[in-house]
């Protein structure tokens, strides 16, 4: 029988692993997603424009929260 604590461990680092991946593909469609952002549906385009709300592009910075 698997020790449950084991399979938890597991699980946290296929999480971790997943989120570095997110983290890195996010990234990486930066650059894509410039000049296309007109053929995002309303509901991406109002989450996106709330999120970049956080951000000062004079300092470069995320506000905290």
Do not use: F
């Amino acid at each position: 029988m698997n020790n449950p604590w084991d399979t938890i461990r597991e699980a946290i680092e296929q999480s971790r692993s997943l989120d570095r991946a997110v983290q890195h593909s996010a990234y990486a469609l930066g650059s894509v997603l410039k000049g296309k952002l007109r053929y995002s549906s309303h509901s991406d385009l109002v989450a996106m424009k709330k999120e970049l709300a956080d951000y000062n592009m004079h300092t470069r910075e995320w506000k905290t929260k």
